[in-house]
C-alpha cells in the first residue's frame, strides 16, 4: 500500500532511537492550570484533514485538552521522525503510516505501552494485532483501509460487460478486462479494461494476502508467480497499460480512474475520499461507479456469503515516551477516541475508512456521491484484511528486494521464474542471515 515511503530505515536509524531519552515534567507549563496541549504529527495537512478532524473533535469533547499539530513531509515522514525523535523533538503522538518500519520504532524503545487503551477496545477495531509485539500493544489503528476493486458502471455498460457480482477470482477478473477492453474499443473509446498502478503491493499484496501458505519471512516467494503471469497477460493483451507507459508517463491510478481512461482499479479505499474530493473539484469526471470486493484466490472465498481475502496496512498512532508524564493518559485518551466509535464517526464523515469500517458503513454511504449498491456496502464492510508487511525486523528488507523483482518482471527485464529465484537468493544472502 503506498500511502508509505521507500526511505530505509537502517540498523543507525535504530541505534539513534535508543539514544534518545524521557523527558520530566518540570517544565510543564499546563499542569498547574489544568489545560494539557498534545503534540500531534501529521503530513500534507492542506489536503490531509484526518489529522484536524480527530484534534478538533477530541477538543470538543475534553476542552482542557488542546491537540496541536505538527506537519511533516508526505514522503520522507520517517525519516523525519527518526531524526527528530533521536534530537527529542518529536511530538506526543506520533503516526505509524504503515507497519513496514514499525518494527524498528518498536524495538528502538521509541513507543508507549498502550495495553491498557487496546484492551479497553471492541474486537472491531481492525489491524490491533499488528501492533502486539511479546504480548504488549505498542500503538492504537485509527484507521484501517482494506484493497477493493473501484469499477466505472458506465464504461461496463458501454463495453456490455456484467458488473463485478462478488464471485469473481482473478482469471474472471482478467477475462473482465479483455472484455471490457475490446467492447470499449468498439464503441469508439480509448478507455481499457483496468488499470494497476506501478506499485509492488497490486500484484504482491494480494498474492501475500490471499495465497494459503505464503510467508513474507521464509524468504520463499513462488507463491507470486501465477499473479504476475496474469499481470504480464494483461499488459499483453493491452488491456492495462505496461509498466513502462505508466512509469514514463507518470500515469497516476486517480487520473487512470477518475477520468474514466479505466473501466476498473483496483486500490485501497483511502481513495473513496480522494475520488468523491476530485468529483466537487473538476479533478475526476462524474459517473456512476461502486466497489465490489477484490478478485480472490479461488472461489472458497468469493459470494456475499463468505468472507473476502484482501490486504491493507493499519494507519496507527503511538506515543512518543519522551511525553511528559501528565501528559499521558490526555495522550492515551487521545488515541482512544481516534480508535473509538466517535473517531470513527468523525473520519467517516469526510470519506475516511476508519479502523472500525463497519460501525460507520450507513454514515460512509450517505456521503454525496457514495454509490448505493449492496455490494458496494458489503465490499466497504466485510473483509479478512491481511498486513502488506508483517511485522518483522526483516520486512523492510524483503519488501525492498521484492520491488525491485517487480520492476524487473513486469518492464521484460527478467522472466517470471528467473527474478522470483533472484529475490530468494538476495533475501537468504542479503536479509535473512542479518
Known amino acids: 500500500m503506498k500511502r508509505s515511503i521507500q526511505a530505509v530505515l537502517g540498523l543507525a536509524a535504530a541505534a539513534s532511537?535508543?539514544?534518545?531519552?524521557?523527558?520530566?515534567?518540570?517544565?510543564?507549563?499546563?499542569?498547574?492550570?489544568?489545560?494539557?496541549?498534545?503534540?500531534?504529527a501529521g503530513?500534507?495537512?492542506?489536503?490531509?484533514?484526518?489529522?484536524?478532524?480527530?484534534?478538533?473533535?477530541?477538543?470538543?469533547?475534553?476542552?482542557?485538552v488542546t491537540v496541536e499539530l505538527k506537519e511533516y513531509d508526505a514522503d520522507n515522514y520517517d525519516t523525519q521522525m527518526i531524526a527528530d525523535l533521536a534530537a527529542g523533538s518529536a511530538p506526543d503522538i506520533y503516526v505509524q503510516k504503515n507497519l513496514k518500519n514499525f518494527y524498528t520504532y518498536s524495538s528502538g524503545g521509541q513507543l508507549l505501552d498502550v495495553s491498557d487503551v487496546a484492551e479497553k477496545l471492541?474486537?472491531?477495531?481492525?489491524?490491533?494485532?499488528?501492533?502486539?509485539?511479546?504480548?504488549?500493544?505498542?500503538?492504537?489503528?485509527?484507521?484501517?483501509?482494506?484493497?477493493?476493486?473501484?469499477?466505472?458502471?458506465?464504461?461496463?455498460?458501454?463495453?456490455?460487460?456484467?458488473?463485478?457480482?462478488?464471485?469473481?477470482?482473478?482469471?474472471?477478473?482478467?477475462?473482465?478486462?479483455?472484455?471490457?477492453?475490446?467492447?470499449?474499443?468498439?464503441?469508439?473509446?480509448?478507455a481499457v479494461g483496468t488499470y494497476q498502478h506501478t506499485w509492488q503491493s497490486t500484484v504482491q499484496g494480494f498474492a501475500l494476502a490471499q495465497t494459503p501458505g505464503a510467508d513474507l519471512g521464509s524468504g520463499k516467494f513462488d507463491y507470486?508467480?501465477?499473479?504476475?503471469?496474469?499481470?504480464?497477460?494483461?499488459?499483453?493483451?493491452?488491456?492495462?497499460?505496461?509498466?513502462?507507459?505508466?512509469?514514463?508517463?507518470?500515469?497516476?491510478?486517480?487520473?487512470?480512474?477518475?477520468?474514466?481512461?479505466?473501466?476498473?482499479?483496483p486500490m485501497g479505499t483511502w481513495y473513496i475520499a480522494t475520488l468523491l474530493a476530485q468529483r466537487k473539484s473538476g479533478d475526476a469526471d462524474t459517473f456512476e461507479w461502486g466497489i465490489a470486493p477484490a478478485p480472490q484466490f479461488d472461489k472458497s472465498t468469493?459470494?456475499?456469503?463468505?468472507?473476502?481475502?484482501?490486504?491493507?496496512?493499519?494507519?496507527g498512532l503511538g506515543i512518543n515516551p519522551a511525553i511528559k508524564k501528565s501528559k499521558i493518559q490526555a495522550a492515551k485518551d487521545f488515541l482512544a477516541y481516534a480508535a473509538g466509535p466517535e473517531g470513527a464517526k468523525a473520519l467517516a464523515a469526510i470519506g475516511i475508512t476508519p479502523a472500525d469500517s463497519a460501525a460507520v458503513t450507513e454514515t460512509f454511504f450517505a456521503l454525496d456521491g457514495m454509490p448505493t449498491d449492496e455490494l458496494s456496502k458489503f465490499a466497504f464492510a466485510k473483509h479478512d484484511t491481511k498486513p502488506e508487511n508483517p511485522v518483522s525486523k526483516h520486512t523492510a528488507g524483503l519488501q525492498n528486494l521484492l520491488n525491485d523483482a517487480h520492476t524487473a518482471i513486469l518492464s521484460g527485464s527478467k522472466g517470471v521464474d528467473d527474478a522470483i529465484s533472484q529475490a530468494q537468493d538476495r533475501a537468504k544472502n542479503e536479509v535473512l542471515n542479518q
Open 122 to 190: 471492541g474486537s472491531t477495531v481492525g489491524g490491533l494485532d499488528a501492533y502486539r509485539v511479546d504480548g504488549k500493544t505498542y500503538a492504537i489503528p485509527y484507521r484501517q483501509d482494506s484493497w477493493v476493486l473501484f469499477y466505472n458502471k458506465e464504461l461496463f455498460d458501454q463495453a456490455k460487460v456484467a458488473y463485478p457480482d462478488g464471485s469473481w477470482t482473478w482469471d474472471d477478473y482478467v477475462t473482465a478486462a479483455k472484455n471490457l477492453t475490446a467492447g470499449l474499443k468498439a464503441a469508439g473509446s480509448k
Open 43 to 64: 503530513w500534507s495537512l492542506s489536503t490531509t484533514p484526518e489529522f484536524k478532524t480527530l484534534a478538533d473533535g477530541f477538543h470538543a469533547a475534553n476542552p482542557n
Open 302 to 315: 468469493t459470494g456475499t456469503s463468505n468472507t473476502p481475502v484482501t490486504f491493507g496496512d493499519p494507519t
Open 17 to 40: 532511537l535508543l539514544l534518545t531519552g524521557c523527558s520530566d515534567d518540570s517544565s510543564d507549563s499546563d499542569s498547574a492550570s489544568g489545560q494539557v496541549t498534545l503534540t500531534l
Open 224 to 265: 507470486l508467480k501465477p499473479y504476475y503471469q496474469r499481470a504480464l497477460d494483461l499488459q499483453d493483451a493491452g488491456a492495462q497499460p505496461t509498466l513502462g507507459t505508466a512509469t514514463t508517463n507518470k500515469l497516476t491510478y486517480q487520473a487512470q480512474f477518475g477520468k474514466q481512461q479505466a473501466a476498473m482499479l
